[in-house]
C-alpha cells in the first residue's frame, strides 16, 4: 500500500511539476473521536484516536518565494499558485487555504518561512466526512516546515499551530482536539486527553473480537457555514451566566449534581441544554476511559450510545442523517455502541461492532440509510494509526 502510494506521488508529482528531483513524501493521519464531542472547547475531556488513512503530502522546497500547490483529490482545479508575500485567505484559494494558513501561523509565532515550496496531496479520507480531513493537512504543513527548515516545535505545538491557523486564518473557532489527537496520535492507542490543561494519556484500545466501523452520512458540511461557532457562544454565555454563581472556569470543571443545582442561573432553556450536554458528556467520557481501562466494553458502548442521545437531544447537532445511522446501527444484534463522532450536522458516525456482525451491519444499516435518507452511506472498517511521518 505505502509503496504504491509512493509511486503514485511521484508520477503525479513529475507530471505536474515537470520532476520530481529533490522531493520528500510525508503522511499525516486524520482522526475519529470516540467519544467527549464538543466538550474540547468547555473545557472537558476528549477520547480521540489517529487512523490508518489521512493526507500524504509530496513537498520540495523551491528558490523562489511562489507557492505551487496541486490536490490529487481536486485535480481539475490544477496548480494553484500563491506567494509567500500573499499568505492572506481567500475563498479563491479553496483548499490551499489551510497550508497557506499554517505557513501564515509559522510566521506570526516568529518562524518565518524561508523559501516557496511545490507542495502536493493526495488524501485518502472522505472530503468533509468529520475525519478531520483539514486538521490532517494542517498538522502535515506544520510538519513538512519543520523537516524542510528545521523548526524546533515539538508535536504538540505542531498541533496548537494548526489550531491557531484554523482559528485565526480559517475563521473556524474549533478546539484543539483535532490537531491534537492527528499530530500526537499512537497506534492502537486512543488519547484521553484534558483540554483544561493538555495533560493526556495514552489508553490502549484493546476491542478482542470487535472493530471500529465508520459510517460516513455523505452529507457534506463545512465547519465554517455550520452552526458550530453558535455552539460554541451558546456554551460561553452559559458559562458567564454560571460564574455569577459560583467560581469555575469552565464547564468541564462541575460533575452532574453541581451542574444541576445551578443551572437554574442560566436564563434561558436551550442554553441550559447546551451546558448541560458540556458537562454530562464531560462525565460520561472519563468514565468510559475507566470503563475501558476495566475492559467493559460494554460499558463503553452503552455511554457511546447516551453520547448520540444527548448530542441529538440537548446539544442538537445532529440531523436525520446521522440520526438513521446511529439508531439503525443500535438495531443490530453484535452493535456494541454507536454515536455521531466530530462537529456533527452531516459527517460520520462511529460505532464498535463485532467482528461477526460487521457485515451485517453495512447491510442492514446501508439499506435502512439508503431507503430513508434517497442516498448510499459508505462504511469502513478502520484501524489506529500513528501521528505524522517522514515516508
Ligand atoms: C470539530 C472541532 C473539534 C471539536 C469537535 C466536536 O471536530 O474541530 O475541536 O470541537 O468538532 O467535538
Redesign the pocket.
Known amino acids: 500500500m505505502a509503496k504504491n502510494m509512493k509511486e503514485k506521488m511521484l508520477k503525479t508529482f513529475t507530471e505536474v511539476f515537470g520532476d520530481a528531483e529533490g522531493v520528500k513524501l510525508y503522511f499525516a493521519p486524520g482522526r475519529v473521536?470516540l467519544i467527549?464531542?464538543?466538550?474540547?472547547?468547555n473545557g472537558g475531556h476528549?477520547f480521540p484516536c489517529a487512523l490508518t488513512i489521512g493526507t500524504y503530502g509530496a513537498v520540495r522546497k523551491r528558490n523562489d518565494n511562489k507557492l505551487r500547490f496541486y490536490s490529487m483529490n481536486f485535480d481539475k482545479l490544477g496548480v494553484i499558485e500563491s506567494s509567500l508575500e500573499d499568505l492572506k485567505p481567500c475563498k479563491e484559494a479553496g483548499w490551499t487555504n489551510y497550508p497557506k494558513g499554517v505557513m501564515w501561523a509559522f510566521g506570526e509565532k516568529g518562524m518565518k518561512v524561508p523559501c516557496g515550496m511545490d507542495f502536493m496531496l493526495n488524501g485518502n479520507i472522505p472530503n468533509g466526512s468529520?475525519l478531520?480531513s483539514?486538521?490532517s493537512v494542517e498538522v502535515l504543513t506544520g510538519f513538512v516546515l519543520r523537516d524542510l527548515f528545521g523548526f524546533e516545535v515539538s508535536n504538540q505545538e505542531l498541533a496548537l499551530i494548526g489550531?491557531f491557523s484554523?482559528n485565526q486564518f480559517n475563521g473556524?473557532n474549533?478546539?484543539?482536539?483535532?490537531?491534537f489527537a492527528i499530530a500526537m496520535g499512537k497506534a492502537e492507542h486512543a488519547i484521553f486527553l484534558d483540554t483544561a490543561d493538555l495533560s493526556y494519556e495514552y489508553a490502549p484500545v484493546r476491542l478482542a473480537g470487535a472493530k471500529i466501523v465508520i459510517a460516513c452520512s455523505n452529507k457534506k458540511r463545512g465547519?465554517g457555514d455550520s452552526k458550530?461557532n453558535e455552539r460554541?457562544s451558546e456554551c460561553e454565555e452559559a458559562l458567564r451566566e454560571l460564574q455569577k454563581v459560583m467560581d469555575i472556569k469552565a464547564l468541564g470543571d462541575l460533575d452532574e449534581e453541581t451542574f444541576e443545582a445551578n443551572c437554574n442561573a442560566i436564563a434561558d432553556e436551550v442554553r441550559v441544554r447546551r451546558a448541560r450536554h458540556a458537562v454530562y458528556e464531560n462525565r460520561r467520557t472519563i468514565k468510559a476511559v475507566e470503563a475501558l481501562k476495566r475492559n467493559d466494553i460494554e460499558l463503553f458502548g452503552k455511554l457511546m450510545n447516551q453520547s448520540h442521545v444527548s448530542l441529538r437531544d440537548d446539544y442538537e447537532?445532529t440531523g436525520i442523517e446521522l440520526d438513521t445511522l446511529v439508531e439503525e446501527a443500535w438495531k443490530v444484534d453484535g452493535v456494541i455502541g454507536s454515536r455521531m463522532?466530530?462537529?456533527?450536522f452531516g459527517g460520520c458516525t462511529v460505532s464498535m461492532v463485532k467482528d461477526a456482525a460487521i457485515d451485517n451491519f453495512i447491510e442492514q444499516v446501508g439499506k435502512a440509510y439508503k431507503e430513508k435518507i434517497g442516498y448510499e452511506a459508505d462504511f469502513y472498517v478502520v484501524e489506529i494509526g500513528d501521528g505524522p511521518v517522514v515516508l
Open positions: 473521536n467527549g464531542e464538543h466538550t474540547d472547547y476528549v468529520g478531520s483539514s486538521a489550531q484554523e473556524v474549533c478546539g484543539i482536539m483535532d490537531q465547519l458550530y460554541r447537532v463522532t466530530g462537529a456533527g
